[in-house]
């Protein structure tokens, strides 16, 4: 920075652009030992504190979503998951819809896993967003475990809208995620949904897999896809049910 009646001045700021002392220009090796100083003393005061180290990452991580440098958003990101800060998840929501896949896979099971209480309207508000395949039945999965951790009943229904009029592809990531969702209401939904998908010309039923595969992990039976056998079954399980 420059004022016209003095020497050029260098700033030191921190992640928040937050002034923490000038220097005049006027010698390199002293500008560069007060450069050092100054990290050094803000070095310690940040990890001295927890609070501090937490807003300093989230500074850090929110700053680097305008940068090309993948570990510059991952570097804060682990630190701050491995503090378990669940008040960054705000600021690290922010991330899932950047261009790193590898940022926004991670974010999604922090999301989750982390605070599902806080990162499930995250999620529900970036999973229609998500354009690679994968990353959005990840997320779907994500959403069913945060649903069956919280029992979020908007959560729920928002994670069944939809399951027979979505894209087929979607429709089945949704179906997934209802395999997370321990409760009798989703057993119900499966078996309801079940006989409306049919094996396509070549025998293939991603859907009605899906289905069998998440009864199965819900339950711990092993009808495959006879459907009638289900619903007989769980007619006489249902009443006082305890998931596995």
Not at 81 to 110: F, H, M, N, Q, Y
Not at 138 to 144: Q, R, S, V, Y
Request: glycine residues 10%; charged residues 30%; neutral net charge.
């Amino acid at each position: 920075r420059y004022n016209p009646a003095s020497w050029p001045l260098f700033v030191a700021a921190d992640a928040e652009f937050k002034e923490l002392k000038r220097f005049e220009a006027t010698d390199g090796d002293a500008l560069a030992t007060g450069l050092d100083t100054v990290a050094a003393e803000y070095e310690k005061k940040m990890s001295g504190d927890p609070k501090n180290a937490t807003a300093r990452d989230a500074a850090l991580f929110a700053f680097a979503l305008k940068s090309d440098v993948e570990a510059d958003r991952l570097d804060p990101l682990e630190r701050l998951v491995s503090r378990r800060a669940t008040e960054a998840l705000p600021a690290l929501a922010k991330g899932l819809t950047d261009e790193s896949r590898r940022l926004r896979e991670r974010l999604i099971g922090v999301m989750a896993d982390l605070d599902p209480k806080l990162g499930l309207p995250h999620l529900l508000a970036s999973v229609d967003k998500e354009l690679n395949p994968r990353l959005r039945d990840l997320a779907w999965e994500a959403i069913g475990r945060a649903v069956n951790a919280t029992g979020d009943g908007a959560g729920y229904k928002a994670l069944t809208r939809g399951i027979l009029s979505d894209p087929y592809d979607v429709v089945v990531a949704r179906i997934r995620g209802l395999g997370q969702v321990k409760r009798v209401e989703a057993v119900d939904g499966l078996l309801a949904v079940a006989p409306k998908f049919k094996p396509d010309a070549g025998g293939q039923d991603p859907a009605g897999d899906a289905i069998r595969d998440a009864l199965g992990k819900l339950t711990g039976q092993t009808f495959g896809k006879d459907w009638a056998k289900w619903s007989a079954w769980w007619g006489g399980a249902r009443e006082g049910f305890k998931f596995p």
